[in-house]
């Protein structure tokens, strides 16, 4: 879950503004942006962009809600050990089943933990994610070219 997460964070970082640049790039290079084409273009270079920024965040997701799973079963095995140590001793012995009972909480402490703290970093990259994908789509105007640096001294005065 981790690694998804530093990778996502990594691209996030180093790798997604090169893509803006590219894509906005593109766009700007285009004569026509008014047309029924153009604007399909432009939403193909919107998607582009989110589809990248998007990448992993459901496996993310999906691992998040392992997590808590992983911990129950975790639980499990420590309270099979638990009822084991009472088949044998024939009682309920409670310095044999302490380890039973440690081994049972301590998988669900670490699930939960995992869980809590991938669910908040997930959050953020999907808030992240999402933003960042409205601001590319305001960057990419349709209608005409973008105004030249000349025309807007000349609005200016």
């Given at each position: 879950?981790?690694t998804l997460?530093?990778?996502?964070l990594w691209?996030?970082?180093?790798g997604?503004r ?5 894509v ?7 004569a ?6 153009a604007?399909?273009?432009r ?8 589809e990248r920024?998007?990448h992993?965040?459901l ?5 998040v ?17 638990v009822f ?11 310095r044999?089943?302490a ?8 998988p ?8 809590l703290s ?10 992240f994610?999402?933003?960042e ?8 105007v ?5 105004p ?9 005065s």
């Amino acid at each position: 879950m981790w690694t998804l997460i530093f990778e996502r964070l990594w691209y996030f970082r180093f790798g997604h503004r090169a893509l803006v640049r590219q894509v906005i790039d593109e766009w700007n290079a285009r004569a026509d942006r008014s047309s029924w084409r153009a604007k399909q273009i432009r939403r193909m270079l919107i998607s582009r962009v989110q589809e990248r920024l998007d990448h992993s965040l459901l496996l993310i997701k999906t691992v998040v809600a392992l997590c808590p799973l992983l911990g129950l079963l975790g639980t499990v095995t420590g309270m099979i050990e638990v009822f084991d140590v009472m088949a044998i001793a024939g009682s309920g012995n409670p310095r044999a089943m302490a380890s039973g009972v440690s081994k049972a909480t301590i998988p669900t402490m670490a699930g939960m933990v995992a869980a809590l703290s991938g669910l908040l970093v997930s959050l953020q990259l999907e808030r992240f994610a999402r933003n960042e994908g409205e601001r590319v789509a305001e960057q990419l105007v349709p209608g005409g070219p973008p105004p030249s640096p000349a025309a807007e001294e000349n609005d200016a005065s």
